[in-house]
């Protein structure tokens, strides 16, 4: 049996997707008061950021696939249960479905944490600024988001899970030198979902420039650990909402 790497966990992760049925919405004589309350709402679970216990965000999303993201981070998985019964409760949920959800948590492996953390001393190295900003990352103010659940392949002929820890170790050090070229344009969020959803993991791209984003996704598909064992689920993406923006940016996208 191949070697199973250790992992460092933080924060759980909901990428909860919302479509809007604004024909419905719009006809509604309280339309704006259901906004109004909507954005303080948002405003609401954004706060948290300021007590260090989490981080939210909304944004716009492109395209078909959804309407909203509503992205929160929080240390346990209950209070991700609070913060979707809470939406779901208000009166613009009324107006909307949720085609798409995905359920994770912020994850580290530990050949990758020892190696950028700078010890091996498990509780210095958990407490390392590195590994704490992995597991308990912000929502950059980034104007665009990118997210994608992965797996890795199991393939008969190309099964990532059989391999050694080195031959497995030597690639992602690879993909990872890959993301560091982009470090200041693309900041990149990790979270695993085995047992949780129905990927993998799950992957969260911030950028100013959408175009990073595509040539970071790009490059990183030339590498060995991409090319031969990765296997990529539907990719969202979409533009940052401050909630004082909200009501804007549902009536006048």
């Known amino acids: 049996m191949a070697e199973v790497p250790g992992t460092l966990e933080g924060w ?5 997707f919302r479509k809007i049925d604004l024909a419905t919405l719009n006809s509604s004589t309280d339309r704006e008061r259901i906004i109004a309350s909507a954005a303080e709402f948002l405003g609401s679970v954004e706060k948290v950021a300021e007590t260090g216990a989490g981080a939210s965000g909304c944004f716009s999303i492109i395209g078909h696939k959804a309407d909203l993201l509503l992205l929160h981070l929080r240390p346990t998985i209950d209070e991700l249960a609070g ?3 809470q939406f779901n409760s208000s009166r613009l949920a009324q107006f909307t479905t949720q085609p798409y959800s995905y359920l994770s948590v912020t994850e580290l492996s530990l050949y990758e944490a020892s190696a950028r953390g700078g010890t091996d001393d498990m509780e210095a190295l958990v407490q390392s600024p590195f590994v704490q900003r992995r597991l308990k990352p912000g929502i950059p103010d980034k104007r665009y ?8 392949k199991r393939g008969e002929q190309m099964n990532w899970f059989t391999l050694d820890m080195e031959e497995r170790r030597v690639m992602m050090r690879e993909h990872g030198s890959t993301g560091r070229k982009y470090h200041d344009q693309v900041q990149q969020m990790i979270t695993g979902s085995m047992g949780l959803d129905d990927w993998d993991w799950g992957v969260t791209l911030f950028a100013d420039d959408p175009l990073a984003i595509k040539k970071l996704v790009y490059e990183m598909r030339f590498d060995e650990v991409s090319a031969k064992y990765a296997e990529f689920g539907p990719f969202l993406v979409g533009k940052k909402i401050k909630p004082e923006e909200f009501a804007k940016a549902i009536i006048d996208p």
Request: glycine letters at 0%.
């Open 12 to 16: 759980y992760a909901l990428h909860d």
């Open 83 to 85: 913060l979707e019964r």
């Open 145 to 152: 988001v990118c997210f994608y659940p992965m797996n890795k």
